[in-house]
């Protein structure tokens, strides 16, 4: 399992951001965000709330309640997150033959 740090390393990657970028949208330094990627310190809840929205996860998936990709319902990418915008906004005979496409 990994830790905090870890976790919002790769969601941060995953989402397609820097450090940098990360810091800029809370209004905090570089080096608070290094400093949480490498457990050195730690978010508070509102840090925490916000880096859910900013990267698209669960509380509980970043804080370390769910591994990614055991079942939870966390999407990992933006690709993902596109695939499932886009499918949600057929019509259901659409949404069926997309589905039709995955069965053997």
């Known amino acids: 399992m990994r830790d905090f740090g870890e976790r919002l390393k790769l969601f941060r ?6 450090q940098d970028d ?4 809370l209004g905090l330094t ?8 490498r457990n050195v310190s730690q ?3 509102a840090n925490l709330v916000a880096l859910r ?16 990709g055991d ?3 966390a ?9 499932i915008k886009r499918f949600r906004a057929l019509p259901p005979k659409k949404r069926a033959a997309v589905l039709d496409l995955f069965d053997p």
């Open 30 to 37: 570089k080096n608070a965000i290094s400093q949480w990627e």
């Open 75 to 83: 999407v990992q990418s933006a690709v993902e997150r596109t695939l």
């Open 13 to 18: 990657k995953q989402a397609g951001l820097t």
């Open 43 to 45: 978010p508070d809840l």
């Open 71 to 73: 079942g939870g319902d």
């Open 22 to 25: 990360v810091a800029a949208q």
């Open 53 to 68: 929205t900013m990267l698209r996860v669960s509380l509980d998936v970043l804080v370390g309640g769910d591994e990614p």
